[in-house]
């Protein structure tokens, strides 16, 4: 079950960037699934290391992008990733830590 719960994640507030580059096209976010960045071993500290991995990779994606929209699409997913995905996975890794001292 946590293979497949690893994959897909379902989310209210999921960055959109519409394909117009133009400045008035608007950012927004959609609710739907993403898949979520993990690796052959689907553990939660595998999942937070891709996550962490992917975050910086999308820093450095960021640093290269041609103008302010581009960068912000970038910024936008870091952010998301940072700031609504992560924490649940940081909180089931931590207790399963905790978990494992009362063993």
Same mark, same amino acid.
Not at 38 to 46: H, L
Not at 59 to 85: C, H, I
């Given at each position: 079950? @946590?293979?497949? =719960? *690893? ?5 209210? *507030? %999921?960055?959109?960037?519409? %394909? ?6 608007? !950012?927004?976010?959609? #609710?739907?699934?993403?898949? @979520?960045?993990?690796?052959? #071993? &689907?553990? &939660? =500290?595998?999942?937070?290391? $891709?996550? #962490?991995? &992917?975050? !910086?990779?999308?820093? /450095?994606?960021?640093?290269? !992008? ?9 910024? *936008?997913? $870091?952010?998301?990733?940072? $700031? #609504? &995905?992560?924490?649940?996975?940081? /909180?089931?890794?931590?207790? !399963? ?7």
């Amino acid at each position: 079950m @946590l293979r497949f =719960a *690893s994959l897909i994640y379902q989310n209210e *507030s %999921i960055p959109f960037h519409s %394909i117009d580059e133009s400045p008035e096209s608007p !950012a927004g976010t959609q #609710d739907g699934f993403a898949l @979520l960045p993990v690796g052959g #071993d &689907v553990t &939660v =500290a595998n999942i937070l290391q $891709r996550m #962490d991995e &992917v975050i !910086a990779l999308l820093y /450095q994606m960021m640093l290269g !992008a041609p103008n302010p929209k581009s960068q912000q699409k970038f910024e *936008s997913a $870091r952010t998301w990733l940072r $700031r #609504d &995905v992560r924490p649940p996975w940081e /909180q089931i890794h931590f207790r !399963a830590k905790t978990a494992k001292l009362f063993e």
